[in-house]
């Protein structure tokens, strides 16, 4: 789950043009082509739940292709897979955004990407492209990073910790709060962040430490972050946070010269979202024109600014703010999908045992 900066949802419902409306007093010929018309211009895009854009955003894309889009709620990361496999033979949408390295190889290789309707990459998603999931294509980025309240150390006379290690230490004993992996992306990236750092060996070991630290698990990102995080919106009890390294855009101030967060700077996971043409797609070639869009500079500057993630063009400026209070964190790249798929449930098995 990631953070939304507007209110309002883009309408669920699906969009049907006036123009389409079959009367009483419509012939048979102009009702066929009405219904013709509808197919090719209404889009569906499934997401993780979390992805969105504003209705004016989406509005360019319609006034320059003609496509109309609507999002449907694919529920969340940790789930979309299974949901994408299992209807498979029926989409629930023509296109999918918010898949990632964690699961978009899972989805590819049981043929839910349509890889004759592969749209164009935006520069620089080429080096994120996953063998096994043609079809698929990099959108944006957003490294998963522990975040702090930085008036509540202040407060404290505490000083921020520093990496992962530190979290595991006396004087932090009881200020974390993490997502279980198991039902939650930003909780698995930390999972990989911690095979990262320490290894197939040492990882369980970390979170033996981690868990023995008083750290708490939340099931999702909401809970962790808007609930029980001391500068979430339910001003909760645990000053450190799994969130994103992005996060801190979101708590700048009105005045825009603070941010009431910040990131801890080691230990951060580096997080690829992937969209694709989904195969039996009723409109592959409107679904194919969204996601070449949103590779545009345009689109991907709006990304990044509604869904507070970077660009995966990193020629994009960040949103203002951004580059300041949360700027790109130097993660390197994620574990290779093959060794994720091949051991995400042993990997997922071993710490929440540990819960």
């Keep these: 789950m990631k953070f939304v900066k ?14 389409c409306g079959t009367s009483s007093s ?17 889009v569906k895009v499934v997401t993780n739940g979390s992805w ?19 999002l449907v709620n694919g529920e969340e990361s940790g789930t979309l897979d299974s949901k994408l496999i299992l209807t498979k033979a029926n989409p629930v949408g023509d296109a999918v955004v918010g898949l990632t390295a964690n699961n978009v190889l899972q989805v590819g290789e049981a043929g839910v990407f349509d890889k004759e309707s592969a749209p164009k990459p935006a520069t620089g998603a080429e080096k994120y492209a996953v063998a096994g999931a043609e079809g698929a294509v990099a959108l944006d980025r957003s490294d998963a990073c522990f975040n702090y309240d930085i008036a509540w150390f202040k407060e404290k006379n505490l ?12 004087e932090y004993k009881g200020l974390t709060v993490i997502q279980d992996p198991s039902k939650s992306d930003t909780g698995f990236a930390l ?49 450190i946070v799994m969130s994103y390294a992005s996060s801190p855009f979101w708590t700048i101030n009105e005045a825009g010269d603070a941010s009431a967060t910040a990131n801890v700077a080691g230990g951060c996971y580096p997080v690829v979202e992937y969209g694709a043409v989904l195969t039996g797609a009723k409109n592959a070639a409107g679904a194919k024109a969204f996601l070449e869009w949103l590779a545009t500079p345009q689109a991907q500057a709006a990304n990044a600014e509604e869904n507070v993630t970077y660009p995966i063009d990193e020629s994009v400026e960040l949103p203002k703010g951004m580059a300041e209070f949360a700027p790109r964190p130097n993660s390197g790249d994620p574990l290779d999908p093959t060794l994720i798929k091949a051991n ?7 710490v929440t045992a540990l819960f």
């Design 52 to 70: 969105k854009l504003k209705d004016e955003t989406l509005a360019k894309f319609t006034k320059e292709t003609g496509y109309k889009v609507t």
């Design 344 to 350: 995400k449930q042993k990997w997922i098995t071993a």
């Design 6 to 19: 507007f209110a309002a949802v883009a309408a669920a419902s699906a969009l049907v043009l006036g123009a």
């Design 26 to 42: 419509t012939s048979g010929s102009s009702a066929s082509s009405s219904a013709a018309a509808e197919k090719i211009t209404d």
């Design 159 to 170: 000083t921020p910790p520093a990496g992962l290690e530190d979290l595991i230490k006396p």
């Design 191 to 239: 999972l990989t962040a911690t095979i990262v750092k320490f290894g197939e060996d040492g990882y369980t070991d970390y979170w033996t430490k981690l868990m023995g630290n008083g750290t708490k698990v939340d099931a999702s990102w909401t809970d962790a972050y808007q609930v029980d995080f001391t500068a979430g919106e339910g001003k909760g009890k645990y000053p």
